[in-house]
């Protein structure tokens, strides 16, 4: 085993736990491991999850006043609890206005302000618009954000509904979903500066629409490449079925010609409809999609497909770039994924049981397959309720714990609900048989934009060395694949584009993984 070894004992941040067994429910949060919150006696329903640095978890989605729907979320201690600093009670609604508005996605800035994606819908005018809203940390609207916190964006269309976001390195923020026409819907993409107004380099208009000339298009994920790339996945009709779908773009929104077929590509699993709900993109530029497919009973799986950096199938996972997984029930689908530290893959999603449905969550190894050292075969199957139970979101806390969050019905009314699992990883010290291994950063918290690393190797191999936020997206590659000798390194580093916040630096060899956390102020 080749292991990374401690250098001198510097300044840093490194967190090291035991091990838990790999998939099971974390005691230590909520009730057993699960929390459910009824943010109004009515039906609420919650589509985005972020962990925060210092542990405590924000779940957004809606929740029903009256006759309309408003914007929710809901902030959790560590420990589960209610976190009373946020909004009322830890809770935190806004009504946008109109009859519909509904979060489908969050994400932290680095100084920790909240951004909401989702939709607003009135049924005064049967139009749809993007919405996007951000919060300050205590839950309160950021006044200094669009109007008065919030900013809505028509595409010319009756209907328009953001599906997922991201925020990029410089504080811009991008969205993706889908606008609809009457017949048929596309693509549509809006990138906004940190004020709120559309950011008019993006496109020219700080708006991009993308058919995937067949029938509707729906884009339900975003990402971008270390090299500013935007990634869009979802779903198109192509003849009778539905496939997976992905477009790539340049910084600007031109369209990547290089990639697939004119910037597109899209793709069948199984012998039916595959729809995409989520999109990725590893250290080393493979683009994954996740979401479902039908099998030959008709029934649905959790469906994955991975390409290779200029759109193409790449055949190293599974054998043919797809992979399916079948919970032993009619109807399985993944509606979130999330990169781990050291390259696997979590799905989660949903899974039927006799009468209802369950949290379903799947990991899997860096070729496609199963990771048995999770749950049951890779697989974990949670109740939350004995009704239906949907997980609609996945993050990694800052420790390695895995946060899925969704609804789930009592019977009457339906509700937020929230589970953690251990990994079974350990971070600061991940899949690294000595203790002691690791890598030192200083000067930690960084200074002036310039810090060093050290570590040292036992022999001579391959290292790569990356810094990821703490959602697990890949925010800038310091070096790739680059021969060392045995001994100690001495690594100088400059993060001139990264946005202040916490962030995981990772040193990763061909068998192990070190990573520590950063403070860039």
Do not use: W
Not at 432 to 458: D, F, G, M, W
């Amino acid at each position: 085993m080749k292991t990374l070894l401690p250098a001198a004992l510097l300044c840093l941040a490194v967190v090291s736990l035991h091990a838990q067994t790999a998939g099971s429910l974390d005691p230590t949060f909520g009730n057993g491991g699960t929390v459910i919150t009824s943010v109004h006696p009515t039906n609420d329903a919650a589509y985005g999850v972020v962990a925060q640095p210092d542990g405590k978890i924000i779940v957004a989605g809606y929740t029903t006043t009256g006759s309309n729907n408003d914007f929710a979320l809901v902030r959790y201690n560590n420990d589960g609890s209610l976190d009373n600093s946020f909004g009322t009670a830890g809770v935190a609604t806004t009504d946008l206005g109109t009859d519909y508005d509904i979060i489908y996605a969050i994400a932290l800035q680095s100084d920790g302000k909240i951004v909401a994606a989702g939709s607003v819908y009135s049924m005064t005018t049967f139009d749809g618009d993007f919405a996007v809203a951000r919060y300050n940390v205590d839950g309160s609207l950021d006044t200094g954000f669009g109007n008065n916190g919030f900013v809505t964006t028509d595409f010319g269309t009756i209907g328009d509904a953001a599906n997922a976001l991201v925020i990029q390195p410089d504080g811009k923020i991008l969205v993706t979903g889908l606008s609809y026409d009457g017949t048929q819907s596309d693509f549509v993409t809006a990138r906004y500066n940190a004020d709120g107004s559309l950011d008019n380099g993006f496109n020219g208009s700080g708006k991009l629409i993308t058919d995937f000339a067949s029938g509707s298009d729906v884009a339900t994920g975003i990402a971008v490449q270390a090299d500013g790339k935007i990634v869009l996945g979802g779903y198109t009709m192509n003849g009778a079925h539905e496939e997976m779908g992905v477009a790539r773009f340049f910084a600007g929104g031109s369209v990547d010609v290089a990639f697939g077929s004119a910037g597109r590509y899209h793709t069948t699993v199984g012998n039916a409809d595959a729809f995409a709900n989520a999109v990725a993109v590893q250290p080393d530029g493979k683009i994954i999609l996740a979401g479902y497919a039908s099998n030959t009973l008709g029934e649905n799986d959790f469906a994955m497909v991975r390409l290779t950096t200029s759109g193409a199938l790449d055949n190293s996972f599974d054998t043919d770039g797809k992979v399916t997984t079948d919970f032993g029930t009619v109807t399985d689908a993944a509606n979130a994924m999330v990169l781990q530290p050291d390259g696997t893959i979590i799905l989660a999603g949903k899974t039927s049981a006799v009468t209802y449905n369950q949290f379903a969550l799947a990991r899997y190894a860096t070729d496609g397959s199963l990771d048995n050292a999770f749950g049951v075969n890779g697989k974990v199957k949670t109740n939350l309720s004995t009704s239906t139970n949907y997980a609609n979101a996945v993050a990694l806390q800052a420790d390695g714990k895995i946060v899925a969050a969704g609804t789930v019905d009592d019977g009457t009314n339906t509700d937020f609900g929230v589970a953690r699992y251990f990994s079974g990883l350990e971070l600061g010290v991940i899949d690294v048989k000595s203790e002691n291994a690791a890598i030192h950063v200083y000067p930690n918290p960084i200074a002036n934009r310039a810090c060093k690393a050290t570590y040292e190797l036992q022999q001579s191999e391959n290292v790569s060395v990356e810094l990821y936020a703490l959602d697990g997206r890949l925010v800038q590659t310091v070096l790739r694949n680059e021969h060392q000798q045995s001994g100690k390194h001495t690594l100088d580093m400059r993060f001139e584009n990264v946005a202040s916040g916490q962030y995981m630096l990772r040193v990763r060899t061909n068998d192990n993984t070190v990573g520590v956390q950063l403070t860039l102020p």
